[in-house]
């Protein structure tokens, strides 16, 4: 039986003390602290003005710090929590506080009628350091808190780095304390409770009410996934010039290049004008050479990093093939007409740029511009000629070839068919191992020698001899190199450099696995390829939250793992559709039949 998911069936699925609450578009978040019962706020924003370097955001102190609830003579109420995607309530002895996003900048705390109580927080509006010369001192954001209640009492005290707030109000039917943050006019008129809570219902009633429906076993996750999509999102500003979605608004503030190619696979079956927009977001900052940055943030971009080796930094060429599939979904002439050139230039850049040896076979010069940071294969120094680049390139001109030939250039179709196979050839020529049955790559003319699923890329070009197909299909189905419980680890299992725990050294990526999905179909696996999508699914299924990478052995998360990851749960969404769509000589469900509602609490 399909479903759609219902905004109850996440009912306190969203861990505060975990994932912040937040909102479509919104950068501020909220945290419960871990064993205490108070609420700190941050913010997804790199503010690079504080501080330039590029994870200075990572380690920055919450804005707001131990916000709590207290009663007329400021005693802290102890709280449970019950939270859904649109409010969280905060259960005490004189009843239940509400919290809800106004607005994007705006938290709205409602409060139980017709008491004496209240909230106490610190605020640090500046950010302080000392110097080697003296001491420096900036504003962060301005900072405004308003009620439509009785003040009661109120106090302002300084303190070390900021500000402590007391106050206590009386509430009447309907009262509410807002907090706003802002970078120009934090006022905001506080208006009731149940008005903003309406609103905010509403809103995420809605996002729901758009999603495809899909297999019950999948229903929870999907709609879980469905969250983080929409929670990730941030509204423009400066460098982000369309609504696009951040990897996690915990720990990857910006926008990344094929990240936002996976995310659009998701936002194609909701919102095909917000999956092309993340697309659009990437291009309009394309650097005059052609090349596209690694990175977007409010402040800038980021296009060259120093370590560990100093260099341009971009990421591997999807964005074509996810265009093309947003097309097959909802086609739109004009739109592969605007992307259209800014991605040959793209890929123009790749061949012209990152072809040191004029062999026709393009090298990363920068190991973070392959997205597989501290995989093996740059261990023996850069630059290295990959398979998995050169492969996306293939992929990335089949891609543009479509486009040109949807576009009514045939002839350049046609030309850009054939660089793509020239491509594929250059990397038999080159890359292919007949003893070891696996394409190699190179750096200083030498095989590196480690095993990874990136040596069985070429898989995905659909244009190598059967023979060979089936060599890669058999180390890629071998148990002790890939073929797990959990698939695809990173590196081979019997390969000397895998760690089970490292980024890209073991860890399964699930946008791996989808790329392997479609390869495998491509080429006529259809059943192993339904093995690995449904082992993709059961490995996300089996953790209440959604994480950037999970353990080969466990399927547990390792500790540096990113929660709410976004292409895992864009992937998710992708593949939970794809296997809750009938089966050939399957009859297809009736979607229109009503499904019982499920009203929760």
């Known amino acids: 039986m399909l479903t759609k998911p219902q905004i109850n069936l996440l009912r306190n699925h969203i861990n505060i003390k975990k994932v912040p609450f937040s909102d479509r578009g919104s950068r501020l978040m909220v945290f419960q602290y871990e064993n205490e019962d108070q609420l700190y706020i941050k913010l997804a924003e790199r503010l690079s003005f504080l501080d330039p370097a590029l994870e200075a955001y990572l380690d920055r102190a919450p804005f707001i710090t131990n916000l709590e609830f207290v009663d007329e003579n400021g005693n802290a109420l102890h709280f449970s929590t019950t939270s859904y995607p649109h ?79 007391d106050l206590i109000v009386k509430s009447g039917a309907d009262s509410v304390i807002t907090l706003t943050v802002d970078s120009i006019d934090p006022h905001h008129e506080p208006q009731a409770f149940s008005i903003s809570h309406t609103a905010a219902e509403q809103r995420w009633k809605s996002w729901f009410e758009h999603v495809p429906a899909v297999e019950e076993k999948y229903c929870r996750t999907y709609a879980y996934a469905w969250w983080v999509m929409a929670n990730n999102l941030l509204s423009p500003l400066g460098k982000i010039t369309y609504e696009s979605m951040m990897p996690s608004k915990i720990n990857y503030v910006g926008l990344w290049l094929w990240d936002s190619a996976m995310h659009a696979l998701a936002f194609r079956h909701t919102d095909p004008e917000l999956a092309r927009n993340q697309i659009r977001a990437m291009i309009e900052s394309q650097l005059p050479d052609g090349m596209l940055p690694d990175a977007i943030y409010d402040e800038g971009v980021i296009a060259e990093i120093d370590h560990p080796i100093r260099a341009e930094v971009t990421k591997p060429p999807i964005l074509a093939w996810a265009a093309l599939k947003l097309h097959e979904t909802d086609p739109d002439l004009e739109f592969l007409k605007e992307i259209y050139i800014p991605l040959v230039r793209w890929n123009a850049w790749w061949f012209s740029m990152n072809d040191d040896n004029v062999n026709g076979l393009v090298q990363y010069n920068h190991p973070y511009s392959s997205g597989l940071d501290n995989n093996p294969l740059w261990d023996y120094g850069m630059p290295v000629e990959s398979p998995d680049i050169n492969t996306y390139l293939c992929v990335q001109m089949g891609s543009l070839a479509v486009i040109a030939e949807t576009l009514g250039m045939d002839s350049e179709g046609a030309m850009w068919r054939r660089r793509a196979s020239a491509i594929v050839q250059r990397m038999l020529d080159v890359f292919w191992d007949e003893e070891k049955g696996v394409f190699q790559a190179f750096h200083n003319d030498q095989p590196i020698p480690v095993l990874t699923p990136f040596n069985l890329y070429p898989l995905w070009s659909g244009q190598l001899p059967t023979h060979i197909n089936q060599r890669l299909v058999d180390h890629l189905t071998n148990p002790e190199e890939f073929w797990g419980k959990y698939a695809l680890p990173s590196v081979a299992f019997n390969d000397e450099h895998y760690d089970s725990q490292s980024m890209w050294r073991g860890p399964v990526w699930v946008n791996i696995n989808y790329f392997f999905i479609e390869a495998l179909r491509q080429v006529g696996y259809d059943e192993i390829a339904d093995q690995l999508q449904n082992k993709t699914l059961e490995l996300i299924m089996q953790q209440p939250s959604i994480y950037e990478y999970y353990t080969a052995e466990t399927g547990l998360p390792p500790k540096k793992s990113a929660e709410i990851f976004g292409w895992s749960a864009a992937v998710f969404i992708d593949l939970a559709i794809q296997a809750s769509k009938p089966k050939p000589g399957q009859k297809a469900p009736d979607l229109n039949k009503k499904e019982p509602k499920n009203n929760g609490d």
């Open 87 to 165: 409010v969280v309530y905060f259960t005490t002895q004189l009843g239940d506080f509400g919290m809800v996003f106004a607005n994007k900048r705006t938290l709205s705390i409602g409060l139980p009628p017709e008491k004496k109580l209240g909230i106490r927080f610190q605020v640090s509006p500046l950010y302080w350091k000392i110097t080697t010369d003296g001491g420096l001192f900036k504003a962060i954001r301005n900072f405004a808190y308003n009620t439509n209640a009785e003040m009661v009492h109120h106090t302002i005290n300084p303190e070390a780095g900021g500000y402590s707030v």
